[in-house]
């Protein structure tokens, strides 16, 4: 099992940047793919970005392509989520998620929220036009 602390939410203007962390708690990090999704008020929670468990692949959501990069740690156990050109529409709660299965592949599978087992408690962004 695997405990997820997000952190690094906050308000800033439209064009400006932010970047959210995610500690893991655990030895068993490495074996985890990881995801950032986002719930904006009255809307489903939709899919950001995610990384493989080795860091070599990664996947965005079109609406984040070329303006949000994820990355991540495995000695520290920590993903983060780089957000540069924040606009008004990226305004949501953030939640960072970890997957378990060693049989996802593709984008169709890393993008449901469904594919994921554990979840942080989330952390606001706030982009103010």
């Known amino acids: 099992q695997v405990q997820l602390v997000e952190s690094g939410g906050g308000l800033v203007q439209a064009g400006g940047s932010l970047r959210l962390s995610c500690a893991a708690s655990?030895?068993?990090?490495?074996?985890?793919?990881m995801g950032w999704f986002r719930q904006a008020p009255g809307k489903e929670r939709e899919f950001v970005a995610a990384i493989s468990r080795s860091g070599g692949t990664t996947y965005y959501a079109d609406s984040v392509k070329g303006r949000f990069t994820i990355s991540r740690g495995n000695a520290k156990n920590t993903v983060s989520l780089q957000m540069n050109s924040l606009k008004p529409e990226d305004t949501a709660v953030y939640y960072c998620?970890?997957?378990?299965?060693?049989?996802?592949?593709?984008?169709?599978?890393?993008?449901?929220?469904?594919?994921?087992?554990?979840w942080g408690q989330g952390t606001q962004v706030t982009v103010s036009s």
């Open positions: 998620a970890a997957d378990r299965s060693d049989y996802c592949s593709g984008y169709g599978c890393y993008a449901m929220s469904s594919e994921y087992d554990y």
């Open positions: 655990g030895r068993t990090f490495r074996r985890y793919d």
